[in-house]
Every structure is written in structure tokens, then in C-alpha cells.
């Protein structure tokens, strides 16, 4: 599949909620769209989808050589053009008192929400120098205020904020403009996974012993 008239989009997390709005969006302007995602069902349902422009690609953020093939998938699309832009959704929320959330779930989220939107970035830069591309990265209101139980996700949202804002500088003498969007409460799949895992952990006895009031 060679290139539509405005180019080629990454966009990560792109099987359900934002960033498949997104992606879809994209495509009915005219782009050609990499829609990145781990799940393997979610991605074979999208190929059946065969809507136009619309390229699923297997991409875990976490993973450098996933994310090195993915952008080399979409330079290929490009086909010498670079890119149009990227899109970074891709996103892990898991609720949680601070005194009880396992730092395995801090890491996981600043792994996803953060070390992963910055290695995609990276990645995509030469290409996007190339086609005066833009960045986009998907914060959340939770990254300008923090409430209970969402610390650690606002926490690695909130870098985010720093990072959009340090790229939008840095990137700024090749005309590659850098946005982030904050998002309030939206009802997509994060949502509910969200709050299972804050049910999975009130579930464990220290939970159930430390939450009680």
C-alpha cells in the first residue's frame, strides 16, 4: 500500500478508545494510518475492518525492536516522503492507594506512559525531519492535578507534560511542532481496566485490612 495524499500517521494504541478514534479521524482526512497495538485479536479485527488507509501493525511501545520495525513499516508506506506526524496514545492506568500500590505497577505505567511515547518518538525523528512532520502526545487532566488513587498514573502523566514541553522547544528549528492533549474522564477500555485493578488490589488481604476506615 504506497502512501494517501497527506501521508503517513503512527499512531500507537490504536485498537480501541482514543487512539482508535483517532486513527480512524485520520484516515477519513486523507492519511494513511499505522495503527500500532499489542493485542493480536484486537489488531486481526481491525485487518478485517479493510477500512481505507487504515494499516494495523503489531507495537508494543515497551519494546525497542518493536517499535524500530513498526517505524520502519511506516518509512516504507512514506515510501521516501518521511512521516506526517505520530500520535502517542498508547497509555496503562492502574489505580491505587500510594501506601499499597506495588511499584511494579509505577514502573509498568512510566514504562508504557512515558519511556515508551519517547522511544517511538525517537525513533520516528529522522522521518519526521524529513516530512516536516508533528508530535503528538496524549496526556491526561490527571498530568495538572492529582486525586486519590490515581498518584502513580498522574505521576508518569505529568512527566509526560515535561517531556511534551521540553520536545516542543528542542524540535522547534526544524519546524516540527510538538502538542500535548489532557483529556478528562472519557469512557473508553482504560476505564475498566483501571478499576480492576483497583479491585484487584482492595481483593488482597493487606488491601482489605488497610483500606477499611
Known amino acids: 500500500m504506497s502512501s494517501r495524499a497527506r501521508g503517513v500517521v503512527i499512531v500507537s494504541g490504536a485498537t480501541s478508545g482514543i487512539g482508535l478514534a483517532c ?5 477519513a482526512r486523507g492519511f494513511t494510518v499505522l495503527a500500532g497495538g499489542r493485542d493480536a485479536a484486537a489488531l486481526a479485527a481491525l485487518e478485517l475492518r479493510a477500512i481505507a488507509g487504515l494499516v494495523p501493525c503489531c507495537l508494543d511501545v515497551t519494546d525497542a525492536e518493536s517499535v524500530a520495525a513498526a517505524v520502519r513499516r511506516a518509512e516504507g508506506l512514506a515510501a521516501g516522503r518521511g512521516l506526517a506526524g505520530i500520535v502517542n ?15 511494579a505497577h509505577l514502573q509498568a505505567m512510566l514504562d508504557v506512559n512515558v519511556t515508551g511515547a519517547l522511544r517511538l518518538t525517537q525513533q520516528a525523528l529522522t522521518a ?6 508533528r508530535v503528538v502526545f496524549v496526556g491526561s ?8 488513587f490515581l498518584g502513580a498514573y498522574s505521576a508518569s502523566k505529568c512527566a509526560l507534560e515535561a517531556i511534551a514541553d521540553a520536545l516542543r522547544v528542542e524540535l522547534a528549528p526544524w519546524s516540527i511542532e510538538v502538542a500535548i492533549v489532557e483529556p478528562g474522564t472519557i469512557d473508553t477500555p482504560i476505564g475498566d481496566k483501571a478499576l ?3 479491585d484487584a488490589m482492595a481483593a488482597t ?6 483500606c477499611r476506615v
Not at 486513527?23 to 484516515?27: G, P, R, S, Y
Not at 487532566?141 to 486519590?148: D, K, N, V, W, Y
Not at 488481604?205 to 488497610?210: Q, T
Open 205 to 210: 488481604p493487606e488491601g482489605a485490612s488497610r
Open 89 to 103: 496514545n498508547a497509555g496503562l492506568s492502574l489505580l491505587g492507594p500510594l501506601e499499597l500500590q506495588p511499584l
Open 128 to 133: 519526521l525531519r524529513q516530512g516536516r512532520g
Open 196 to 198: 480492576a485493578s483497583l
Open 141 to 148: 487532566i490527571a498530568g495538572l492535578s492529582a486525586l486519590p
Open 23 to 27: 486513527a480512524l479521524d485520520l484516515c
